[in-house]
Structure formats: C-alpha cells, structure tokens
C-alpha cells in the first residue's frame, strides 16, 4: 500500500536534514584542524623555521634566535638574543580575525605587536615597537629558506603610509644551530652514588 504524500515528505525532509547535518560535522571538524597555527603553517609549508638560529653581524656580535612550538602547536614562542638585547614573544592564530598576530617584549622595556603573513615561499612577519619613551617603530622581516641549514631574512623600515622602504635595512644569513637537551640532575650519577662507589672499588 503507498504511503501518503505528507509521510513521504515528511521522511524525505527528514533524511534531508540528517544529511545536512553529517556535512555540517564534517565541515566543522575539517575547520578546526584548519584553525590553529600548526595547520597554518604545514598548509604554507614553513615548518622548516621551527628551531635555533644564529647570525653574526658585521660588527662581529652574534644573534641568535629561537623559534619553539607550545600548546599543541598552537602557539610558537620566539627568543631573540644579541650581546645586550634581548626579546621574548608569541605567535598564534586568532580565528575570528582570521590572521596570525605576534605580541612580545623585550628587556629594554619595548612591547611589540605584529602580525604574520605569507608571499610565495616567504614568511613576513610586520611588527610595531613600542619604546619605554614611547617613540614607536614599525619593521617588516622577510624570513625564506635557503636550504636546510640556512635562513634569509630581509629587514625593512616600514614608511607611515605602510609601504616598506625601497631598499632593505639589513640582509643576513642565519645557521641552524642544535638544541641541547640538559641533562636533569636526577639523571646525574650523585658523587656517593652506588655507580661511583663500584667504580672505585
């Protein structure tokens, strides 16, 4: 016997609705992988910036700046340090702005904010420097890799208007450098130690 047209509808409508819904639980969940900064940054494949770098100057002072992921790759904290200037900030992802921003300090008493783009294979990360006088600067890095060891990163004033200036402030070249685990002080063998006693008899 047939259904009557409203059952039919009615279960039509319904398997309709579950449909949307499935597709709706799929797209959530694929757009929050996509949300956070690890997704972000495998999707633009800079990966390869995650780790120790060091630099020298012209003047001979070394530079060495380290970027480190935290929160399950949500966050990535970057250490900068020179002979007598130092920095510490995050990098993260904010979804409802929809862009990657930076904020940080320094030991000069200098806040900085900024925000992370991308141009081909080039990461650019644009920041404003607030001075302890208040005096304010803007820059733009240009940071690409040159091969496994090597990273370039190109620094530019930033004009009011937000156009970067025609020629750049400084070029350098940076090596990758190892990170050195610490040994714990539990995973030291202690002076009156059993080990140290065999050794000795």
Same mark, same amino acid.
């Given at each position: ?33 996509? %949300?956070?900064? +690890?997704? =972000?940054? !495998?999707?633009?494949? #800079? ?8 630099? $020298? ?73 607030? %001075?302890?006088? +208040?005096? =304010?600067? !803007?820059?733009?890095? #240009?940071l690409s ?6 990273? $370039? ?7 009011e208007s ?40």
């Amino acid at each position: 016997m047939n259904q009557p047209k409203t059952a039919r509808l009615h279960t039509s409508l319904k398997n309709c609705l579950v449909a949307v819904a499935i597709l709706l639980v799929v797209w959530s969940a694929q757009a929050a992988a996509q %949300q956070s900064l +690890g997704g =972000i940054v !495998k999707e633009y494949g #800079f990966d390869w910036i995650i780790g120790k770098w060091m630099t $020298k100057t012209d003047e001979g002072e070394k530079i060495l700046i380290t970027y480190k992921w935290a929160l399950d790759k949500h966050l990535v904290t970057i250490d900068y340090k020179g002979s007598d200037y130092e920095y510490h900030s995050m990098v993260f992802y904010v979804p409802a702005e929809d862009e990657v921003v930076q904020v940080g300090v320094d030991n000069k008493g200098g806040t900085w904010k900024g925000t992370w783009d991308a141009e081909g294979d080039k990461a650019i990360m644009k920041v404003e420097q607030t %001075q302890a006088n +208040g005096e =304010i600067k !803007k820059m733009a890095a #240009f940071l690409s890799k040159v091969d496994d060891q090597t990273m $370039k990163a190109e620094l530019y004033a930033v004009k009011e208007s937000g156009e970067l200036a025609d020629e750049p402030l400084s070029i350098q070249q940076y090596k990758r450098k190892e990170i050195k685990t610490e040994k714990k002080a539990a995973d030291k063998p202690s002076k009156g130690s059993k080990k140290n006693k065999i050794k000795k008899d």
